[in-house]
């Protein structure tokens, strides 16, 4: 507990130090009340600490030197927390024979507390020499009250400066550590699950027994499954940073057919308990990125067979019509509370069900991000008999503004 408060005193010792004006002010209170010696001083109830002093009569104090606090009257002040003026010791009644003035042979003494913003006692702004001053005057008290309200000032700008550098050098540090998270995901995971992915592939062509078949098909689905996990949390994080959905686009009517065709003919190899009855009639070029459209495709297809009903067929229809691209996948299952419907388009949010029972809840989030990023909005209609989630976006890009 000492350690602590002694490395407290000391950061506030700095901090008083790096007031670029302390000195400055320190020099007028001498030139205009004649005396000496000024000082700001860190009083606790253990310790008084010099912070920063003007010495003319060789006092001996220097930023971090101390004197036994029970010798001082700034001790005194910290617990009553009122300014002392004594221009002449030798004709105060009350100062007189005080063991203070005694001990340092000063003749004249001021000194004002110092109270931070929020009320505390800090210490004192000070002033003593060894012969009388003029110093029980309207100006000096205004004076010296006025810079110790400006020296707290100060002491505050200067804690709020480091409390913000403290936050950027933290913010800095999560940033790397976010970079160092990205580079994973974007090389050191998704190569190996592309290679399980093709072991997969190349053991269903081989004459394999039924049983080892089906392992490798749970492989195959697996490694799906972890490259979707790995496509939403980068797209996350990349977001976090800043960097948003990025899109390449491409008006290839073609090429958004097969990027949804071929998300169904996965979905059907991997999960056999729920046909999916697909529509897919695009009459007019949409300007989009496929593989983009296809990931959040892929994510509401995956969401129905996990929540939907088993052995219900999954519905999903992709259009064109009146200057728009639709997509809709609806399944058959329990109604979407009015709760969930709130926050289910936001991050991290889950519903637990059977099929899904350790999900990140991205899915979704990552959808509407790149229906946004296309300029198009996601919704969702859930009732007692059917769950519809629907994708509209504009064939072509909205003009920029």
């Known amino acids: ?60 104090l220097k930023p971090g030197d101390e004197l036994e606090l029970e010798s001082t009257i700034c001790n005194e002040i910290r617990q009553h927390h009122n300014p002392v003026i004594i221009p002449h010791v030798a004709k105060d009644v009350n100062f007189c024979g005080h063991h203070t003035p005694l001990r340092y042979g000063f003749q004249s003494y001021i000194s004002i507390p110092i109270f931070r913003r929020d009320g505390r006692f800090f210490g004192t702004l000070c002033a003593i020499d060894p ?7 309207v100006e000096v008290k205004e004076m010296f009250f006025l810079y110790a309200q400006l020296i707290a000032f100060h002491l505050e700008t200067v804690e709020e400066l480091e409390e913000v550098s403290a936050s950027l050098k933290e913010e800095r540090h999560v940033a790397e550590l976010r970079e160092t998270f990205i580079a994973i995901l974007g090389h050191d995971l998704r190569n190996p699950v592309g290679t399980t992915r093709m072991c ?49 686009l491409s008006d290839d009517k073609s ?35 496929a593989n983009r459209i296809a990931q959040l495709f892929s994510n509401l297809l ?58 990140l809840g991205l899915g979704l989030y990552i959808s509407s991000e790149i229906a946004k990023a296309h300029h198009g909005t996601m919704s969702v209609e859930s009732t007692d008999e059917k769950t519809c989630f629907s994708l509209k976006m504009p064939l072509r890009p909205l003009p920029v503004e």
């Open 302 to 359: 995956g969401n129905a067979v996990k929540h939907g009903a088993e052995d219900q067929p999954i519905h999903v229809s992709a259009t064109t019509n009146e200057g728009d691209f639709s997509l809709c996948v609806a399944n058959s299952g329990n109604r979407i509370s009015d709760e969930a419907m709130m926050d289910i388009f936001k991050p991290f949010f889950t519903q637990k069900s059977e099929r899904n029972s350790s999900g």
């Open 1 to 60: 507990m000492l350690r602590e408060q002694n490395s407290t005193i000391l950061n506030d010792v700095e901090a008083i130090n790096k007031i670029s004006a302390v000195p400055s002010l320190l020099n007028v209170i001498c030139r205009t009340t004649g005396m000496r010696f000024a000082a700001i001083a860190r009083v606790t109830d253990e310790k008084w600490v010099t912070c920063m002093a003007q010495d003319e009569i060789e006092f001996g």
């Open 131 to 137: 012969e009388p001053a003029k110093i029980d005057t």
């Open 255 to 289: 090429l958004l057919e097969n990027a949804l065709t071929q998300v169904v003919d996965e979905m059907s190899s991997m999960y056999n308990s729920n046909a999916i009855e697909a529509n897919i009639q695009i009459e007019e070029k949409v300007t989009c990125d």
């Open 200 to 248: 997969a592939d190349i053991l269903l062509k081989l004459p394999l027994s039924d049983i080892a078949k089906r392992q490798a098909t749970v492989i195959k689905s697996t490694s799906y499954r972890m490259q979707e996990l790995i496509d939403n949390l980068l797209d996350y994080a990349k977001g976090h940073l800043g960097d948003g959905i990025n899109l390449d």
